[in-house]
């Protein structure tokens, strides 16, 4: 066993109690070590590339299928391995952060699926890191419960919970609580290992493997690094090839190229893609920012009956199905209303998104709210007829899927009204995440990380190119900061005198501007926010 001397990395984040300390045991650290070790030194190559293939978009390229890589497209005899028996029924998943009792409420939601999201839907401060780890090892072990006082109520797992994946934060995010050579190490690295350590035994006497969501990769060379990593620890712990199982979410424009590539990299551990929509739009907007022809309306009106997403979706589903793989639709954003009138219009509107995936041949979807099971499991029910999935779904009358589709922008309004809202989200969103929660409930919907970054991105998008709204006025710097200075009296008016001053929206509001003005577009508003962290 390594001493804590002659380990590369070391720990200097706080362990305020006997959980988190048991997390970070040594024998934790030190295969946290061994893949720190082997990987980090790949991963920066990995985002380098990313990196200069971004450039490339800058100047002036597009997005296309990989002429390197058509050997792969061409052989149409390789498959996945097959799906474990009880991953091959995913009709409803919800999503969560790694909160404790919401843990538990997801669990017990009669979704089949939970993924419970280190990464967009939780706010990566060094307690929510590791609280995390132990609600997930308590849930796996069957023992996670909590009281909570407020409500003096009591929350306990049912007995046939959904399963459990975890999503690791994305490969660009550091965790600056444990140094390797004196620089933070990557956040991925530390979810994906605490996890795999603390849960691998426990749920192999289940009959089950480690089964993760993968966010965020834009190439096959991401994909295979995850695949490496996988490897290594399946070799380590000395446990069959395979018991890893990831589902991966291709929620950025330039993987969506690269589909059949990532399924035959990790042809021995994937069993399923889904449709990371919101990430995927803020993507396209990311992707394609210096090209004026390519400019989205606004936010609100992009959904995903729009052709370039629709077209996204069907990719999806030929392409896993024709690898046997499972094809997950996306999430729908909407939370409950305790009007009725409302909730009518959120039930027609969680219907209509469904009822499309199911009829695009997707195996089952994502929905953010417990209340929302029952409706979006009905429609799956009914498509199904029984089946488990749609893997026999024919997309033969898709045809083939082109780049220009994928990238042709769509219709919609430009207006005033969006772009104040765009900042307001935002400055929720940003606000919350700072002061350590990373799933916010705002005016109707789940807002993550995801969603504040399609807001941030398209304000970017229109200042650099003087986008005109629909009543004429162009956008400049100078307007978006007369909207901002207003919506943060709105956002005054809206939470009260009291809460406005004990939060952090000004500040929020300062690096806004930052990020919405700066000549450089920064890849993620979670990295220069991430200092900011209570």
Avoid at 32 to 38: G, I, P, Y
Avoid at 126 to 141: C, F, H, S, T, V
Avoid at 457 to 470: F, N
């Amino acid at each position: 066993m390594q001493t804590q001397q002659s380990r590369a990395i070391n720990v200097v984040g706080k362990l305020t109690t006997e959980q988190q300390k048991a997390i970070l045991s040594e024998p934790a650290l030190d295969f946290l070590n061994a893949l720190v070790t082997k990987f980090s030194a790949p991963l920066e190559q990995a985002l380098k590339l990313r990196r200069e293939r971004q450039k490339q978009f800058d100047a002036g390229e597009l997005p296309d299928f990989r002429k390197d890589t058509k050997s792969i497209r061409d052989d149409k005899n390789w498959k996945v391995a097959p799906i474990p028996k009880t991953l091959q029924d995913r009709r409803v998943e919800i999503t969560g952060p790694v909160d404790r009792k919401m843990v538990i409420n997801a669990l017990n939601s009669g979704a089949k699926i939970f993924m419970c999201c280190f990464e967009d839907a939780s706010s990566p401060t060094w307690e929510n890191m590791l609280d995390g780890q132990i609600n997930l090892r308590d849930a796996n072990a069957g023992t996670i419960s909590y009281y909570d006082e407020k409500k003096d109520k009591q929350y306990d797992l049912v007995a046939k919970p959904a399963q459990l994946l975890a999503r690791p934060r994305g490969l660009h995010l550091p965790e600056r609580h444990i140094e390797y050579n004196g620089q933070p190490i990557a956040g991925c690295l530390m979810d994906f290992a605490l996890y795999f350590f603390h849960n691998y035994q426990t749920r192999a006497k289940q009959g089950e493997g480690v089964y993760y969501y993968i966010p965020k990769l834009e190439s096959m060379e991401e994909a295979k690094w995850w695949d490496d990593v996988f490897r290594f620890t399946e070799e380590y712990f000395k446990v069959e090839i395979g018991t890893i199982r990831a589902t991966v979410l291709i929620e950025t424009l330039p993987a969506v190229f690269q589909m059949e590539e990532i399924l035959y990299v990790m042809r021995d551990h994937i069993v399923a893609m889904n449709c990371g929509r919101w990430d995927y739009i803020f993507s396209y907007i990311k992707t394609l920012k210096n090209h004026k022809d390519r400019i989205l309306p606004d936010r609100h009106s992009v959904g995903m009956d729009k052709p370039f997403l629709n077209a996204y979706s069907q990719l999806l589903v030929k392409t896993c199905h024709a690898r046997g793989a499972l094809a997950m639709g996306g999430m729908s954003a909407f939370i409950p209303n305790s009007d009725p009138a409302v909730m009518q219009q959120v039930l027609a509107k969680v219907e209509e998104d469904k009822n499309r995936e199911s009829s695009n041949g997707h195996d089952g979807t994502w929905v953010a709210h417990p209340k929302l099971v029952d409706v979006a499991m009905s429609i799956f029910d009914n498509k199904l007829g029984g089946q488990v999935n749609q893997m026999d779904f024919d997309s033969s009358h898709v045809g083939d899927i082109t780049a220009e589709q994928l990238l042709a922008p769509c219709e919609g309004p430009r207006n005033e009204e969006g772009l104040r809202k765009n900042i307001r989200i935002a400055l929720y969103y940003i606000e919350a995440w700072i002061s350590g929660v990373g799933c916010v409930p705002i005016y109707g919907l789940m807002e993550d990380a995801a969603t504040a970054e399609i807001s941030r991105a398209s304000i970017w998008q229109w200042i650099k190119h003087g986008v005109k709204l629909d009543d004429g006025q162009v956008v400049t710097e100078a307007y978006f900061r007369a909207l901002l200075a207003e919506e943060l009296i709105t956002i005054k008016q809206e939470v009260g005198e009291q809460r406005y001053a004990q939060g952090r929206f000004e500040e929020t509001a300062k690096m806004f501007d930052t990020l919405s003005t700066q000549d450089d577009f920064a890849e993620f508003l979670t990295l220069p926010s991430y200092p900011l962290l209570c």
